[in-house]
């Protein structure tokens, strides 16, 4: 069984900086697309970033810039650098991988952004 584990997130005050963790722990044969989305409060779950398992990355147009995307494949964990955060980037961050071909989700770390 495979499991994501996420970590950080929290309050901050617009302007400001966090960074959600995610490591992938259990039987693991290979790792693909690593990511993160978010929902917030009424909305759809959305694509913040991905990142393919030889770096490429894609960002939702609404983080490019502010946002960045890494992992470190030896700990088979994703990050998400977040700056510059506004309130409306306030949601539950989700972790995403693509394990041995399987999809599998986080538990869901919220981010609250005030102003």
């Known amino acids: 069984q495979v499991q994501l584990v996420e970590s950080g997130g929290g309050l901050v005050q617009a302007g400001g900086s966090l960074r959600l963790s995610c490591a992938a722990s259990?039987?693991?044969?290979?790792?693909?697309?690593m990511g993160w989305y978010r929902q917030a409060p009424g909305k759809q779950r959305e694509l913040v970033a991905t990142m393919a398992s030889r770096g490429g990355t894609n960002y939702a147009d609404s983080v490019r810039g502010r946002f960045t995307i890494s992992r470190d494949n030896a700990k088979n964990t994703v990050y998400l650098q977040m700056n510059s955060l506004k309130p409306e980037d306030t949601a539950v961050y989700y972790c995403?991988?693509?394990?041995?071909?399987?999809?599998?989700w986080g538990q869901g770390s919220q981010v609250t952004v005030s102003s």
């Open positions: 995403n991988a693509d394990v041995n071909w399987q999809n599998y």
């Open positions: 259990g039987s693991i044969f290979r790792i693909n697309a």
